[in-house]
Every structure is written in C-alpha cells, then in structure tokens.
C-alpha cells in the first residue's frame, strides 16, 4: 500500500518551532520547543521559526547547500546522503548524532493546503499493518507520530524499532523528519537533531510538479540549487525496508 497516495482532503499547515540560527551544540539547553514566539521576524527580516523556505532566508548561513535543502551544520553531527542504488539519484539526508538519527526529505506540496495530516494519517495505517503500535501525539513541530515498529535486533532476535515521525507543511512543499535511535525515546537526546530541523531551508524550484514528488537534492557542491531539476525515484517510506545507499559527507 503506497503511503503517499494523492487525495483531496484538505489539511492545515502544522507550526514549525526553533530560531532562524545555527544548530547549538549538543548538549545545549536550546531547543526547538523554546524557540522565540511563531509570526516574528529578526532584524534583516527573515523569519524566526523553521524550517524555513529559501524566499524568507536572505542567506545561506551556516548551511550545508544539497539543493532543495539547506542543512544546518555543527560539530559533532554526521550528514550522510542516501542514494538510490539503481539510479544513483539522492533522495534523502541523515544527520547523526550519538545514538540518534535525522533524516529528512522534502517534497512538492499543492499551493492551497498542506499535506502532512494525509500524510500521518497514511504512516499510522502503514506502522499497524506491519503489528506495530502508533500514537498521534502533539510535539514541538505540531502534531507527530510515536511508533512502534517490530524488526529484527542486531542479535538477531526480533523486537520492536522506536520511530518518530516529524513533519511540516511550507509554501508549495512539505518537510518530513523521521528520529530514530534515542531520539525516538529520549527527548533530552532528541533536542539536537530537533534543532537541526528546526533550522533546514527548503528551496522550492519554480518547476510545475505533482504533489508529493520528491523535490531533488544533490551532492555538496555538484550543482546546489542552481542545478536542474532532474526526475527523482518514488522514495520508499517504510523506515524498516533496507535503505539506499549511504554516503558520508568529508
């Protein structure tokens, strides 16, 4: 069952938290969930919540250009990209940290309404048809998946894979998160890659796409965002199916 069928439902967009800044570092008392208040903007007029869209960032900053996302940096966090085997394309980061993981994609959304309630909505019915639990619960991007997913353990003996399940919907596209590791459990753990997504600029290219097509990312420094847009694979949303390639980022 595809989880990112089309459907005409309407859905709001979700409140994305964190202040247009670096990523602090880990261990910091910073998080997204005290982030300054959603609505304002700082002094050269970006806005002070993310993720953010590229029109309303006048800079790159502390950013790491993959295209359609600009990932936030800071010591200590590892970014890999995950390429599709048979077509090389990317189609996601990770940001690791410790035990924990970040991986983020983003993709076309309509202009009218967002997508993640749809989305969640589809992930729910996916986690419990594989015998896995799901709680909708509210978080600090809005409302989130807390799931429960059974898997094999690196003993080999089967168990069940804490998953959490982020999203945002922006301007024409729509952010997801997926925390894995401590992250998913933990939410002392979880406060550094939370800011990292709190802090991402999805650039939207002007190119007519449907909704849910996975907007393309890059490799650093092969393109970025002036790069054409180029067909980009269906990308699978089973966080239990073996996954692309990964590349880490020197």
Sequence with gaps: MGLFRRSASKSEATAAPAADAPAGEPGSTESAQEAS??????????PQRGPF???????????????????PVMPGVALRMEIEKKTQ?????SASLGGSALQVQAFAAPRTWGIWDEVRAELATS????????D??????GRELMARIPAQLPDGTRGVRPVRFIG????????????????AVD?????ALESVFANVVVVRDDSPRPPRDLLTLTMP?????????????????????????????H
């Design 53 to 71: 869209d590229s029109a309303d960032v006048p800079t790159m900053g502390p950013r790491v250009d993959l295209g359609a996302i600009w990932l």
């Design 37 to 46: 208040p959603q609505g304002g903007t700082t002094q050269d007029g970006a």
């Design 89 to 93: 394309k990317v189609t996601g980061v």
């Design 187 to 191: 939410a002392e753990a979880a406060r």
């Design 136 to 141: 909708d619960v509210p978080g600090p991007f």
């Design 221 to 249: 420094n092969q393109g970025g965002q002036g790069a054409p847009a180029a067909p980009t694979p269906k990308p699978s949303f089973d966080p239990l199916t073996r996954g692309p390639e990964i590349t880490e980022i």
């Design 127 to 134: 986690v419990t048809s594989q015998g896995g639990t799901v």
């Design 168 to 183: 945002v919907d922006g301007p024409r596209w729509f952010l997801r998160g997926v925390l894995t590791g401590q992250a």
